[in-house]
């Protein structure tokens, strides 16, 4: 899919049309959103401007036209660290799963707990050291971690590094 031009503006309108979903369209409108903000991404980091490339790579049967495909670029070039493309991997199975799974998806089942529970540590712990957050607020840590994901690719230079 070829990514559709996302903004910080636009994102503060998907924070307000997610939390007015059930979770099967929180689920599904937040991971496309990190999709195509990721796609995005890429592409403010291809040397070459030139549009017949760009569509080519990420048009519908480009070389990086699928979610999966853009993690492992950002990963294999350093892009994004190994934890954001870990967590984003998350987000890519429990938005697929809440998409093709119409009757059995649900944060507090698993899968989608499991995925939760890695996406939960993301999250900063309270100042105990405990976490805020688990699998319990599938939903919360879903959407939370999305944004963190949408800041993180927003971070000058700062998503370099492990």
């Not at 070829?2 to 924070?15: H, S």
């Not at 350093?78 to 119409?102: K, M, Y």
């Not at 939370?144 to 971070?155: E, K, R, S, Y």
Request: include cysteine; aromatic fraction near 10%; charge should be negative.
């Amino acid at each position: 899919m070829k990514p559709e031009v996302l903004t910080v503006d636009d994102y503060q309108e998907m924070v307000r049309i997610f939390h007015d979903e059930s979770d099967r369209g929180a689920a599904v409108l937040a991971g496309s959103y990190v999709e195509n903000y990721l796609g995005t991404f890429l592409e403010s980091k291809m040397v070459v401007k030139d549009k017949k490339l760009k569509d080519k790579i990420f048009g519908s049967n480009g070389a990086l036209s699928t979610f999966s495909q853009r993690i492992d670029f950002a990963r294999a070039f350093g892009i994004l660290n190994s934890h954001a493309c870990d967590h984003l991997d998350c987000v890519r199975a429990i938005r697929n799963h809440f998409a093709h799974h119409p009757k059995e998806a649900s944060f507090s089942k698993s899968p989608v707990k499991d995925w939760v529970r890695c996406l939960a540590e993301a999250l900063p712990p309270d100042p105990d050291g405990k976490p805020v957050f688990t699998e319990k607020d599938g939903r919360t840590v879903y959407l939370l971690v999305t944004g963190l994901l949408f800041a993180t690719m927003n971070w000058p230079q700062g998503n370099q590094t492990d």
